[in-house]
C-alpha cells in the first residue's frame, strides 16, 4: 500500500475564540481539541505525521507528544503557508497526505478512512471532504461545474453574493498527492480579502493543471463542525456528550437524563451502571459493574467497584471499592482508597486516608491523612487532627476499634485494635489495643442549683 502522511494544522491563535488559552487546545468534553483530532487520526493507518505549529508552540507540543513530529510556523500566514512549512520532511516522499485542521476535532476515524479510501478508488491528486451545512456562515464554499465536478473553493469573505448561497462547504480536511501538494502550494498567492496564503487554492491550481480533483461528501455536517469561536465550542461540546453517552448506552449503561450528563472520552463504565442527572465523570475513571452514580456527583481520575452507590459527592482522584456507598454529600479528596463494603455517610470528608472493609464513618467527620483498619465504627462529628499549623500528622485505627462521637483525634495517633473512645474525647497519646480511652472533664450536677440562679 501506498505511504500515507498526516499534516496537523495547529499554529493559529485563535483570535475569535477571545482567549489567553490557544484555540487547539481548548478543550471539548475535557480533552483538548487538537487530542482529539489525532486520536482519531491514529484510527488509520498513518505512517508519518507532521503537527504543524506557532502559537502556544510549547504547550501544544507537550499536549501531542512524540506521536506526531512537529514544525513551527513563526508567522501565521494561512493555512497553505503552514502546510508548505511539512515540507523539510514531507517534500518529494510518494503516497497520500491528508490534512487535517486542529479546530475539527469531531471528525472520527471512519470518516478519514472513507476519504482515504475515495481518494485511492477515484485515483484523484485531490479530494476534499466536503458536507452540507445547515448555515455555511463562515465556511469555504465548494463550487463545482455544470458536470458537478468540484472546480475551486471560495472563502467567505471572498464570495459573492450567489456563491454565499452553496451550502455545500470544505471541512478544511484533504487528501492529497503528496507531490502535487507541494508542486501546487509554490504557485498559491494571498491576492484575496484575507491577505492570506490559503490552502484551499491548491484545489483551482491543480484544476488549471487538468489534474483530477474529487470531493467526498459526508452526510453528517455536525461531525465537521469547525470551532472558532466559544458559541461553536459549546456546540461542539453538546455533540460530543451526545456521542460519548450514546455508545455508553449502547453498552449496556443506564443514564436517566443523557442531556444533564457528562462523561468523558477516556472514562470507562461496567454493564448495569446506572448514573442520575447532574453527575460529570472525567479523566482516567473507571466505574465496575452495576454500581450506582449521582445524582449531582463529579468524579475524576477514580476507580469505582461494583455495586457502589455514589450520590450528591465529590470523588477526585481515588479508589472505591465494592459496594460501598458514598453520600450524600460527601467529599473524597485525592489519594483515598475506600475498602469493599464500607460506608462513607452525609457531609463526611476524606483526605489522603485508607478505609478499611466494612468500616463506616456515616456523619460529619473530617478525616485526613489516616488510615482505617477493618470493621471499624468511626461516630458522628470525628476529627482528625492532622494539622498542626505547621506539619500534617498521621493518625492509625486499627480493626474493630469503636471511636464514640464527637471525637478529636489528635495526630500523630494511634487507636489500638478493638478499643473504644468515649464519646466527646480530645484523644492526644495512643490508646492500645482493647483499652477503653476516656478523655474529657468529668460531669457534675449541683442539685437545685438551676432554679436558684434564676431567681
Ligand atoms: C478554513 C478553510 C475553510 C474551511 C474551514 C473549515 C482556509 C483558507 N479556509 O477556514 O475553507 O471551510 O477551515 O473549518 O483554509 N492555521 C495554521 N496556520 C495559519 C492559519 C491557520 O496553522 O497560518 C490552522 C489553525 O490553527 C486552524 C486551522 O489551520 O487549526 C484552520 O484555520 P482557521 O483560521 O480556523 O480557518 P477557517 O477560517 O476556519
Ligand atoms: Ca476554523
Known sequence: MAKRFAVVLAAGQGTRMKSKLYKVLHPVMGRPM???????????????????????????????????????????????????QAET?????????????????????????????????????????????????GYGRVIRNEGKQVERIVEHKDANHDELLIDEINTGTYCFDNQALFEALKEVSNDNAQGEYYLP?????????????????????????????????????????????????RNGVTIIDPD????????????????????IIRGETTIDEDAQIGPHTEISDCVIGKSAVIQQSVLMDSKVGNEVTVGPYAYIRPETVIGHQAKIGHFVELKKSTIGEESKVPHLSYIGDTEIGRNVNVGCGTITVNFDGKDKHKTKIEDDAFIGCNTNLVAPVSIGENAIIAAGSTITKNVPGNALSIARARQTNKEGYASRLKK
Open 34 to 84: 487538537v487530542q482529539h483530532v489525532i486520536t482519531q487520526l491514529k484510527q488509520v493507518q498513518i505512517d508519518e505525521m507532521v503537527t504543524i505549529v506557532g502559537y502556544g508552540a510549547e504547550k501544544v507540543i507537550k499536549e501531542i507528544g512524540n506521536v506526531s513530529e512537529f514544525v513551527t510556523q513563526k508567522e501565521q500566514l494561512g493555512t497553505g503557508h503552514a502546510v508548505q
Open 260 to 279: 444533564n450528563t457528562y462523561i468523558g472520552p477516556d472514562v470507562q463504565i461496567g454493564q448495569d451502571v446506572t448514573i442520575y442527572p447532574g453527575s
Open 201 to 249: 487554492d491548491v484545489i483551482e491550481i491543480l484544476r488549471n493543471k487538468s489534474e483530477k480533483v474529487s470531493a467526498f461528501l459526508t452526510n453528517d455536517f455536525e461531525e465537521t463542525i469547525g470551532i472558532n469561536d466559544r458559541v461553536v465550542l459549546a456546540q461542539a461540546e453538546k455533540i460530543m456528550k451526545k456521542r460519548i453517552n450514546l455508545e455508553h448506552m
Open 89 to 137: 520532511l514531507l517534500l518529494d516522499k510518494n503516497g497520500t497526505t491528508i490534512v487535517v485542521c486542529g479546530d475539527t476535532p469531531l471528525i472520527t476515524g471512519e470518516t478519514y478512512q472513507a476519504l482515504f479510501d475515495h481518494h485511492e478508488k477515484e485515483e484523484a491528486k485531490a479530494t476534499i471532504l466536503t458536507a452540507k451545512a445547515p448555515d455555511p456562515t
